[in-house]
C-alpha cells in the first residue's frame, strides 16, 4: 500500500504521469493493466488521469466520459506492448451487461491495453483478481489523500 497527499491538480496530474511511466518501464506479465479508481464526485479521479495519459503520451484532451462510458486512446509513447488506453467512466452504469455489451471482457484481457475505470468500486466484481486500486479521499478544497493498493486476490 502507497499513501500520499495531493496538494493540489497539478499535483495530482503529476502523480498520475509519474504512474504511467512506471507502468511502461516494468516487464510485461501478459496482462492488460487495469487501474480501479474509487472517491466521491470532485475527489480528483479524471484529473489523476489527464496526467496518467499524458505519461503514456496521449495526446487528446482526457475528460470523464461519465455519458459514453468508453474511450479508448492510442498510446503513443514508447510503450513496447501497450497499443491502448481505456478510460471508463462506470458512474452510471447500473447493469454489468452494459459493460458486457462494450467487450469489456476482452478489453481488460488483451495485453497490449491499459485500462483505467472510475467508479471501478461499482463493477469491483467484473475487475480482474489483479488491479491496481486507487481511492482518493477529499481532505480540502485542494489537497486529497490518494490510496494505491495493488490487488492479487479480488
Known amino acids: 500500500m502507497k499513501i500520499v497527499t495531493s496538494l493540489g491538480p497539478a499535483h495530482t496530474r503529476g502523480l498520475g504521469q509519474r504512474l504511467a511511466r512506471k ?3 516494468e516487464p510485461s506479465e501478459g496482462r492488460a493493466v487495469v487501474l480501479g479508481l474509487a472517491g466521491n464526485l470532485g475527489g480528483g479521479k479524471t484529473t489523476f488521469l489527464q496526467g496518467f495519459a499524458r505519461g503514456l ?3 487528446e484532451k482526457i475528460s470523464s466520459p461519465t455519458f459514453v462510458i468508453l474511450k479508448r486512446f492510442k498510446i503513443r509513447a514508447i510503450a513496447g506492448r501497450f497499443k491502448n488506453f481505456y478510460h471508463l ?3 452510471r452504469v447500473e447493469k454489468p451487461k452494459e459493460l458486457a455489451d462494450l467487450g469489456f471482457k476482452e478489453i481488460v484481457s488483451d495485453p497490449q491495453n491499459i485500462v483505467a475505470v472510475e467508479w471501478g468500486d461499482r463493477v469491483q466484481r467484473l475487475l480482474p483478481r489483479r488491479t491496481l486500486w486507487i481511492k482518493f479521499v477529499f481532505q480540502n478544497e485542494t489537497r486529497r489523500k490518494i490510496i494505491m493498493v495493488e490487488s492479487k486476490n479480488g
Request: aromatic share 12%; charged share 20%; net charge neutral.
Open 23 to 25: 507502468i511502461l518501464g
Open 57 to 59: 503520451g496521449v495526446k
Open 89 to 91: 467512466d462506470c458512474y
